[in-house]
Antibody, heavy 119, light 109 residues
């Protein structure tokens, strides 16, 4: 099982961004996948989850409307996107597979994508 | 939203010592929905314990988890040099959002 995330990004406030997480080694469509944020020198924050088979999503209410989670099961890839970045979006973003369904821990993680938003 | 509070914030111990990390929840939930992760600098989190007390694949038996309701504990029976890291508890039993504790850093004394 591998989750390969896209590379680091440096953006300006107001710009849009889409980062990716391409998986291999398991049936992508059949497992929920989570996105988790870690701001500089801070703890982990749950952003939301997606079930790639039907693209059902759940978001952290505190972040809903600020990000969009999507997936393309034809290429085993999940996405996290912003339409208008803010400096406060600067963080490391991880994707992670949920092991046992909807209410489950994450057993495999991507290496992380660093997003830096600065004018 | 269930808030998880970890204590202490930092634990200063020597190799060979026992580490006891606490995770307290703002409301009760099934222990089935509590996990622990280890994170080292520059690395993603690593699953240690699921279902409050089940070690993940490849995790040494010096790591153990326990607890129920609102109080959960991660114990490292005898610290190895590679165990110095940050540890997070994580709940996923209520309606979203799932939440993490703020972390406990285990540092070498």
């Amino acid at each position: 099982v591998q989750l390969e995330q896209s590379g680091a990004e440096v953006k300006k406030p107001g710009e849009s961004l889409k980062i990716s997480c391409q998986v291999s080694g398991y049936r992508f469509a059949g497992y929920w996948l989570a996105w988790v944020r870690q701001m500089p020198d801070k703890g982990l924050e749950w952003i939301g989850i997606i079930y790639p088979d039907d693209s059902e999503t759940r978001y952290n209410p505190s972040l809903q409307g600020q990000v969009t989670i999507s997936a393309d099961k034809s290429i085993n890839t999940a996405y996290l996107q912003w339409s208008s970045l803010k400096a406060s979006d600067t963080a490391m973003y991880y994707c992670a597979r949920l092991r046992d369904g909807y209410n489950s821990c994450s057993d495999f993680w991507g290496q992380g994508t660093q997003v830096t938003v600065s004018s | 939203e269930i808030v998880l509070t970890q204590s202490p914030g930092t634990l200063s111990l020597s190799p060979g010592e026992r580490a006891t990390l606490s995770c307290r929840a703002s409301q009760s939930f099934s222990s089935t929905y509590l996990a622990w992760y280890q994170q080292k600098p520059g690395q993603p989190p690593r699953l240690l314990i699921s279902r409050s007390s089940s070690r993940a694949t490849g995790i040494p038996d010096r790591f153990s988890g326990s607890g129920s309701g609102t109080d959960f504990t991660l114990t490292i029976s005898s610290l190895e040099p590679e165990d110095f890291a940050v540890y997070y508890c994580h709940q996923f039993g209520s309606s979203p959002p799932w939440t993490f504790g703020q972390g406990t850093k285990v540092e070498m004394k």
